[in-house]
């Protein structure tokens, strides 16, 4: 930019938008914010991915904000890595000229950390290979065993669909005694407490 402006940007993945924070007084803003974008990938190549990331840059003004410059780009272009990481650079259009250098062609980059399968394919390849699974369909979560914890250990995955994250647990069975007096290990509890670990 040519000028300080007080600016946001609009990201859009397959249809889900995302909006970032403003940056306030900056010609060269920075937002390095984290989103979980859904995308579609190649049935032929899970490394291949489908769709168009949009981009909507606005300057924040006292009564009304002016769109900066926007674009659109092909994630069918991307060359992922087999860790799912990259990284590229989208070319902006400029709407309005006066905000941005002139001779230079504005543009925001990105940077992919990975992929992560979707609950409904994660439960599909766990079926498929007969592992040791406990799905709770209705809270989209999946528990499967640690090894060598004699099933009462188990390593949790739940998803957030609202807000498209997902949670990573450590979980313990807790005895349940039968009406005919035997115990069972069936219902789950989350032991962040137990195990020092951060739920990301």
Not at 54 to 66: Q, V
Not at 154 to 172: A, N, P, Q, V
């Amino acid at each position: 930019s040519s000028k300080k402006i007080n600016c946001y940007a609009y990201l859009s993945f397959s249809g889900r938008t995302f909006k970032t924070r403003s940056v306030t007084d900056s010609e060269n803003p920075t937002w390095d914010e984290v989103v979980y974008p859904l995308v579609k990938t190649n049935k032929a190549d899970a490394f291949s991915l489908l769709g168009y990331a949009e981009i909507s840059i606005y300057n924040r003004g006292t009564f009304k904000d002016a769109l900066i410059c926007s674009g659109k780009f092909d994630l069918g272009s991307l060359r992922l890595r087999s860790s799912g990481r990259c990284a590229f650079e989208v070319p902006l259009h400029p709407a309005k000229d006066r905000l941005c250098t002139p001779g230079t062609i504005p543009s925001i980059s990105f940077r992919m950390e990975g992929l992560t399968r979707t609950f409904d394919c994660l439960k599909r390849q766990l079926t498929l290979r007969n592992a040791p699974v406990i799905v709770h369909s209705r809270s989209r979560a999946l528990y499967t065993p640690l090894l060598g914890s004699s099933r009462k250990v188990y390593f949790g995955i739940e998803y957030d669909m609202k807000r498209f994250e997902m949670d990573i647990s450590l979980c313990l069975t807790v005895p349940a005694v039968q009406d005919d007096g035997s115990i069972i290990f069936l219902d789950l509890q989350a032991s962040s407490d137990i195990f020092p670990l951060n739920n990301n």
